[in-house]
């Protein structure tokens, strides 16, 4: 099992930024990738990004490339989303997960942190 615990959310003006961190423990020697999601009122959860493990290629939506991005620090086992120029339409619930091949997908997953952007 692995377990994920995110932070950093808050409230913050167009604009701004903010830098969401997801914490890892646990059998983690079984991700083979990071993923950010987010879910908005109403609306259908949302790939952000996520970061391979094994090189460190990143992918990202569409809608967050060129202002998101996603680091990591392995001594600690967590993973960052920072987040510039937010827009009103980024907010929402985001979730940070652990993936694996083996394990078919995404199978792990935190329990959410808010961010809200105000215009």
């Known amino acids: 099992q692995v377990q994920l615990v995110e932070s950093g959310g808050g409230l913050v003006q167009a604009g701004g930024s903010l830098r969401l961190s997801c914490a890892a423990s646990g059998r983690t020697f079984s991700i083979n990738r990071m993923g950010w999601f987010r879910q908005a009122p109403g609306k259908e959860r949302e790939f952000v990004g996520s970061?391979?493990?094994?090189?460190?290629?990143?992918n990202y939506a569409e809608s967050v490339k060129g202002r998101f991005t996603i680091s990591r620090d392995n001594t600690k086992n967590t993973v960052y989303l920072q987040m510039n120029s937010l827009k009103p339409e980024d907010t929402a619930v985001y979730y940070c997960?652990?993936?694996?091949?083996?394990?078919?997908?995404?199978?792990?997953w935190g329990q959410g942190t808010q961010v809200t952007v105000s215009s």
């Open positions: 997960a652990a993936g694996s091949v083996a394990l078919g997908g995404y199978y792990s």
């Open positions: 970061l391979r493990w094994s090189d460190g290629y990143r």
